[in-house]
């Protein structure tokens, strides 16, 4: 008989705590609408692609290497791509001054020396574009009269200019009689680029300014004998 006195009663308990768990979860639905309705959308988060090829100013690439001159000739040969944020182009004029000098001073004789390359990486859709800003240097043994060149001198190669000049630094330890000679070029490396008829004197441009910019990292006396401009060389 208890049994079936209680039952009704714990049926009752039942219903009433059904009641109030419904009635707590109704009233945080209208507290996090209310609380919603006063805020903004968050700011939606960089994509994942924007945050692998960042785009950097053309005259960053290449630090201390490119003017605002050869910024705009590197867009043409890039062909008004935008140039894509990599570690291969923070390569700048401090590293390449740093190497030949210290390559330099590791002894006297005929050597060839090296530097860091700067690749400059540039995007067009999801195409690449590519090209290269290399300095070499060289020197030869004192009063050696097969010294290959001397003075300024523009290279020519295909979908490539170079800019050879003597550097007579006390920076660098080298003297009038044995000057270090230095070459700086670009290499467009794009295999659909327009190539020399149309982008040569982009090319020129690009060394020039790498050329100028090694030749005050390096101390050159009257650096190097270079012109202001990439304008003043001599056409072919």
């Known amino acids: 008989m208890t049994t079936k006195k209680n039952a009704p009663m714990a049926h009752t308990a039942r219903s009433t705590r059904t009641a109030r768990v419904a009635a707590l979860a109704a009233l945080a639905v209208l507290v996090a609408t209310i609380a919603g309705c006063g805020s903004s959308d968050p700011e939606p988060k960089p994509s994942r692609s924007s945050k692998q090829r960042p785009e950097v100013e053309r005259t960053e690439a ?3 290497l490119i003017t605002d ?3 705009e000739a590197l867009m043409h040969v890039l062909q008004s791509s935008q140039v894509v944020n990599n570690a291969a182009q923070t390569v700048g004029v401090a590293a390449m001054g740093k190497a030949l ?3 330099y001073r590791e002894g006297a004789g005929p050597r060839e020396l090296t530097a860091p ?4 990486t540039g995007s067009v859709g999801l195409g690449k574009r590519v090209g290269e800003i290399r300095i070499a240097a060289g020197s030869a043994a004192p009063g050696d009269p097969g010294a ?3 003075g300024v001198r523009v290279v020519r190669a295909d979908k490539q200019r170079g800019v050879s000049f003597d550097c007579v630094s006390t920076r660098v330890g080298s003297t009038r009689a044995v000057p270090l000679r230095i070459t700086a070029s670009y290499e467009d490396k ?3 680029s327009k190539g020399d008829a149309a982008l040569g004197e982009d090319y020129l441009v690009l060394a020039h300014s790498a050329a100028l910019a090694i030749a005050r990292e390096s101390g050159c006396e009257n650096t190097g004998g270079l012109p202001a401009e990439a304008a003043a060389f001599p056409k072919p």
């Open 190 to 192: 794009y295999q659909n």
């Open 117 to 120: 390359v700067c690749t400059i």
């Open 62 to 64: 290449c630090p201390g």
């Open 101 to 103: 000098e210290e390559a």
């Open 148 to 150: 290959a060149g001397t």
């Open 69 to 71: 001159a050869a910024g």
